[in-house]
Structures are given as structure tokens and as C-alpha cells.
T-cell receptor
Framework: ELKVEQNPLFLSMQEGKNYTIYCNYS?????LYWYRQDPGKSLESLFV?????AVKQEGRLMASLDTKARLSTLHITAAVHDLSATYFC????????????FGTGTRLKVLA | EAQVTQNPRYLITVTGKKLTVTCSQN?????MSWYRQDPGLGLRQIYY???????DKGDVPEGYKVSRKEKRNFPLILESPSPNQTSLYFC?????????????FGQGTRLTVV
């Protein structure tokens, strides 16, 4: 059974600092997604990672995927207040089903 | 505008009273799914559909039904709601082929069962 773990669950950081959110999953998959959710809002797609070693960057966010380690990271560079949100990783099962399993989310608060 | 539309946005109902939450997308996506979001648990997939007339269970299907008679619509049915189904529900859609495309989410339906 596929399980997805994110850590940390909560992250409070100062503006200008760097930090990394980790997403571990338990079975083989090469399809991993990152989403952002603002308070009271829906989810929006940030990154789609589809192969081992995939790296994608958008502004101050960079996501990577290591399928051998079953690990994805979301790195935040020089955080700004606008990045405050909850970030979810999701893994797509690729062995006979088409399920998506989400992590529990990382609630990020960037302090001015 | 490409979008996934859920209705209603908010719903308070009583235990046992059947209800339907509608979901419609205008992007010609094959894959649609329903999730519930609960504090500390992230999003959990209830049901998904690969295409018209093809549906399958996600991780938490108990107490829910779905149907996919048309490509654009994927309603979620609670035949006999119970308080433990109080949650925030999201519908999402994406392409089935190629695999590995981003999902688009509806605005959510906050359901309270008393």
C-alpha cells in the first residue's frame, strides 16, 4: 500500500531564509506532484515530476525527484511572505491502479 | 476559462438525508476524482474515474457513490450521510493520456452533517 509522508508538518521561517520540505513515499512511482493551497482556497499545481532526477524551478521554489530513494524535495530560496501557504505532495500509483495519494501537507508561514 | 465547478460550495444537512455534490469540468479531461480534506490527514481520494462509465475506488470509498455518465460530469452521492462525513470535498480533473499531467481542482464543498 502506497504511503506518502511529508515533513515538517509546520514550518515557520523568516523572510530571506532557505528551507526544504521533504516528501517520502513507500512504493515505486515516477510520478510526483506538488500543489499549493492558500487558506480557504482550492489547490493549484506547482510542479509535475515524471522521472528520476527530474528538477523543476519556478521563482523561489525548486522541486526534485529521486525515485531510487523514493524522495522528493521542495526547496524554498530566500522566502518571502507571499509563499505562506500549505504545500502538498502527491504520488500517483503506477502499478495497476490510478490512485493518487497525498501527503498530509506542510503548513508554511513566512514571517516578515 | 478552463475550470472545475463544484456545487454547492457549502451544505449543512441532517444524518440520513441523501445528497449529491455535483462536479463539472470544461477541459475535456478523461480523469476525474473526488477527495476529502480533513485536518491533519491531507487529502484522501474517495473515488476516481478514468473515463465515461469507468469508475474505481480510492482510499476512502465507504459511504459514497459516484457515476460517470458524461465526460464532463462526475457527481458524488452520499446515500445516507453521517457526521463522520463532515469534511471539505474537492473534485479534480486531469488528462488520462498522457499520464502524469497536473490536476485541476474545484473550489471545494464544505459539508456539515448534523
Amino acid at each position: 500500500e502506497l504511503k506518502v509522508e511529508q515533513n515538517p508538518l509546520f514550518l515557520s521561517m523568516q523572510e530571506g531564509k532557505n528551507y526544504t520540505i521533504y516528501c517520502n513515499y513507500s512504493t515505486t512511482s515516477d510520478r510526483l506532484y506538488w500543489y499549493r493551497q492558500d487558506p480557504g482556497k482550492s489547490l493549484e499545481s506547482l510542479f509535475v515530476l515524471l522521472s528520476n532526477g527530474a528538477v523543476k524551478q519556478e521563482g523561489r521554489l525548486m522541486a526534485s525527484l529521486d525515485t531510487k530513494a523514493r524522495l522528493s524535495t521542495l526547496h524554498i530560496t530566500a522566502a518571502v511572505h507571499d509563499l505562506s501557504a500549505t504545500y502538498f505532495c502527491a504520488v500517483e500509483e503506477t502499478s495497476g491502479t490510478y490512485k493518487y495519494i497525498f501527503g498530509t501537507g506542510t503548513r508554511l508561514k513566512v514571517l516578515a | 476559462e478552463a475550470q472545475v465547478t463544484q456545487n454547492p460550495r457549502y451544505l449543512i444537512t441532517v444524518t440520513g438525508k441523501k445528497l449529491t455534490v455535483t462536479c463539472s469540468q470544461n477541459m475535456n479531461h478523461e480523469y476525474m476524482s473526488w477527495y476529502r480534506q480533513d485536518p491533519g490527514l491531507g487529502l484522501r481520494q474517495i473515488y476516481y474515474s478514468m473515463n465515461v462509465e469507468v469508475t474505481d475506488k480510492g482510499d476512502v470509498p465507504e459511504g459514497y457513490k459516484v457515476s460517470r455518465k458524461e465526460k464532463r460530469n462526475f457527481p458524488l452521492i452520499l446515500e445516507s450521510p453521517s457526521p463522520n462525513q463532515t469534511s471539505l470535498y474537492f473534485c479534480a480533473s486531469s488528462l488520462s493520456e498522457p499520464r502524469g499531467t497536473e490536476a485541476f481542482f474545484g473550489q471545494g464543498t464544505r459539508l456539515t452533517v448534523v
